[in-house]
């Protein structure tokens, strides 16, 4: 075994029983039958206390490069072929081996989604995948594996983000996230609301500077061998004159941190450098920072950042915010300018996503081609009828409001045409809820799928990270403050139009008499 | 940016502070001073409503193997250089990158841990690094990223192993776990109590069959098709006949899957084969275990498994059982021979660590030597002095009681000869509670921390999963009932002997008195 097995990463990365169905389809000629998946999740994050409104999707771009390269190659045939059933049997026919290393690959599948950093919504698409059913199917799970956590964590760190006002997080999450899926989840962060990683490889591969201070073992060093918590800062400062930020808490934050800190930096000043600020990473973080911001402000420091750090998610800061503005005041200090010279270290809880950690997505099979031009809706019967999604050639749309805000995302048939100007009836995707949205409240509609993978390539434009960073905050612009509202939010609306509601029955008691 | 860029599993995969850190002790002539951190955690996984009164090491063999490879090579030496501080400066200087061209690998290194599968308790050093205090730090992130996740699930699993009566538990979690980090939480939970994973590369790499069964999609897509429930199962048994575990609640359970699964049983036996199981995924699994036995009984299948999956934990399955135990004879079943049939398919709840999704370990600096031949301690001063790690040469003891049970985990100086026969001081950790062991409670006194990484290579004889598993088995039957409570355990001790209590005490003085 190892720690870096090239196998891990490869196309065997999927579960067992998609294999043996695969086979099953090869068997029984249907493994190069047109299938349609739909992925979706049915309900946001739900963090106990709290629960988010809205989702931001991320992993896509990971995703589709690792579907350019995966397929079953020289040594994952060997694996397969290795495989023998408890009585000895080959697990794998050699035909059906044969049929892998021609047909083993991703070239076959179409994906369309919601493109990498936007606002999406449950029970919703958030991407819609059609290919041979044998591909199609081994595809599930690292489908879902690459989506699923990237999403939950995109989601996580822009409620951060929103907690913080747009102040600066920083992503400190590796020492405790889930070993080498912190890549993932840092990516994901990063493209959800942090604006830099202490995680220097993930740095470089985001093209990004990597963000840190230093820890209390460099203090705690130079304090064993006599030098004192002075001598520690005053060495840092020496050796990185333009990037100096003093973690204040080894000894004593108020008392001694800060105040030689302050000494450290009017002995920069004095040598031409500017001190960036002080890191804060135990007790109350809102008083500590006021206080600090004091002693600051008195020796003339008063643009100096104040990292704050230690356990913070979206209601910690949040919680800061609030108390910050509520007591600066009485300490003489402008509250809103305080923070702004705020930042936030964001690690354990985001990477993590404390209180929720897995995103529900699933990868349903919607519908297999009946080989007469049309596709043949395929149910699970047991399931709530209300919950089936819709099969066939649809879209994904989303209506804004008078205002520019979204009021829908709605589900149509692929050739219907929506149109500003015209009443639209909306129905519930689960029950009998209808409601009409007369011309008047709608100013826009906008489709939501795009082509992203065709032809065994990314066809998605290969986004830089700030263009999936504009996708996010130009979609929250343009979200309802109740959708955002970090606590309680009010539910966003996802729709079927008449057609698709009515098709939707037609398919579904179609299938329930047979 | 790539999915797979190799930079990202290599030794740059730690944080920006650590490397900020040593080029300052690289600077001082301090970064090749011996200095010792300790890796521990505080507190037991709390899952809100429930904590456990015991961890399952996990992680260190990926660790060590990676830490036999990490080295600072020419790539991640050319990263470096070209890293400019804001004002276009360089942030790494050239003495510095070369001093790490040269030493920039682990070979410096000692780690003593406690070897791999093992019960671990909070407080107690699970690992002991000595090394060159620059490469000891940058060790730090990656160390804590490749211990504290798989630790948590290993843990997590054992619980489930534990409520599931140590009956056959598989690992389903990939398509819900965070991303690539599913391998090392997959490889934890197959070490701390599951029997087998879903994935098929991890499970390549672990040595072990893959399993699986099939997805309802199977079932629906030749609904489809207008074969029926029963012409997929007939399908899937006549490809995998000696392995076929029927999914049976594609459409209704009792009317439909188990009735289907049973004709197919029969012309599989029909035709010389034996039938392995079924599957139920959904609604009151304990209920439909008992009637889904009772309707196999009655058609010969009484050796038939019913494997069990659908958002399982601990507590899920806890349930489970006790309700079978109570609710089967009632139907006329044996209970007791019901559960021996179970499986439980275990996948979100396990790979996230539902509850608590993180463990709080931490790798604290105790002390640096002080070219004199001692170790100078290292104390973070705002922290609570009976937090501190004891410094200097120690090692960790289990005592056995005269049950053979282990009664605490103690923390004595190197030097220290504790004699089973004799009368043991301990003392808690934190405050002042002490009490006395007499001889006739000590029948076993047994070392724990082993030297597993020296000279650059892994000492630990790289175990088979095996050996780990039977080293969770052996501690499990040696550790009090009290602890192993799924529920509100008894807590463990982890204690001090009067010479590190005393040591510790004129220790802490002395620095805090600096």
Redesign the interface.
């Given at each position: 075994?190892?720690?870096?097995?090239p196998?891990?990463?490869?196309i065997?990365?999927?579960?067992?029983?998609?294999?043996?169905?695969a086979?099953?389809?090869w068997?029984?000629s249907?493994g190069e039958r047109a299938?349609q998946f739909d992925y979706f999740f049915r309900d946001y994050p739900d963090y106990?206390t709290h629960k988010a409104g809205y989702c931001i999707t991320a992993?896509l771009?990971?995703?589709l490069?690792?579907m350019e390269v995966a397929r079953f190659g020289k040594p994952e045939i060997e694996?397969l072929d290795a495989?023998r059933?408890?009585?000895g049997?080959r697990?794998f026919d050699k035909g059906f081996l044969s049929w892998l290393s021609e047909n083993g690959d991703f070239s076959g599948i179409e994906v369309r989604a919601v493109p990498e950093g936007r606002v999406v919504h449950a029970d919703a698409p958030v991407a819609v995948i059609r290919g041979p059913?044998a591909m199609a199917?081994i595809l599930?799970?690292p489908f879902?594996?690459?989506l699923?956590?990237?999403t939950l964590i995109a989601t996580k760190a822009s409620r951060v983000k929103e907690a913080a006002r747009d102040g600066m997080v920083l992503e400190?999450g590796?020492?405790?996230?889930?070993?080498?899926?912190?890549?993932?989840?840092g990516?994901a962060a990063l493209i959800g609301g942090c604006d830099f990683t202490?995680?220097?490889?993930?740095?470089?591969?985001?093209?990004l500077?990597?963000?840190?201070?230093?820890?209390?073992?460099?203090?705690?060093?130079f304090?064993?061998?006599?030098e004192g918590e002075l001598g520690a800062f005053r060495?840092?400062a020496r050796?990185?004159p333009?990037?100096t930020i003093l973690l204040v808490?080894?000894?004593?934050?108020l008392d001694s941190g800060v105040p030689n800190a302050i000494t450290v930096f009017e002995e920069l000043r004095d040598s031409g450098h500017e001190p960036v600020g002080i890191r804060l990473d135990?007790g109350d973080l809102a008083y500590l920072a006021i206080q600090s911001a004091l002693l600051l402000d008195e020796a003339g420091f008063e643009e100096t950042s104040i990292v704050l750090s230690s356990d913070l998610d979206e209601l910690a800061i949040w919680q800061i915010v609030s108390q910050i503005e509520a007591e600066a005041p009485r300490y003489g200090i402008d509250g809103g300018k305080l923070l702004e010279r705020l930042a936030y270290g964001v690690g354990?809880r985001l990477i993590?996503?404390?209180g929720d950690?897995?995103?529900?997505?699933v990868?349903?099979?919607v519908?297999?081609d009946d080989l007469v031009g049309d596709w043949?809706?395929?149910?699970?019967?047991?399931e709530d009828p209300a919950k089936i999604p819709a099969p066939g050639e649809k879209k994904l749309l989303r209506l804004y409001d008078h205002r520019g805000l979204a009021t829908a995302d709605v589900i149509a048939l692929e050739d219907e045409d929506l149109r500003v100007g015209e009443t639209i009836e909306l129905h519930h995707p689960r029950g009998d809820l209808s409601r009409s949205l007369p011309p008047s409240r709608v100013s826009e509609i906008e489709e939501l799928l795009e082509v992203v993978f065709q032809d065994g390539k990314r066809a998605d434009g290969r986004p830089e990270?700030e263009t999936m960073r504009e996708r996010r905050r130009r979609d929250l612009e343009r979200l309802d403050p109740g959708v955002r509202r970090l606590v309680n939010p009010h539910i966003y609306h996802v729709s079927f139009t008449t057609a698709v509601k009515e098709l939707r029955h037609h398919l579904i008691s179609e299938?329930t008499e047979?």
């Open positions: 075994m190892s720690h870096s097995d196998v891990l990463e490869g065997l990365g999927t579960d067992q029983y998609q294999l043996a169905m086979q099953l389809y068997k029984e249907l299938a106990g992993g771009g990971w995703l490069e690792w694996l495989q059933t408890p009585e049997q697990r059913l199917q599930e799970t879902l594996n690459r699923n956590y990237p400190f590796m020492r405790r996230g889930p070993a080498s899926g912190v890549g993932a989840g990516r202490s995680n220097v490889a993930l740095s470089e591969v985001m093209s500077d990597p963000k840190g201070t230093h820890a209390h073992s460099m203090v705690q060093v304090m064993a061998l006599g060495k840092f050796l990185y333009d990037e808490d080894t000894i004593d934050t135990s354990t993590t996503s404390e950690p897995s995103l529900g997505g990868y349903k099979l519908a297999v043949e809706p395929a149910i699970k019967i047991s990270l299938a047979e």
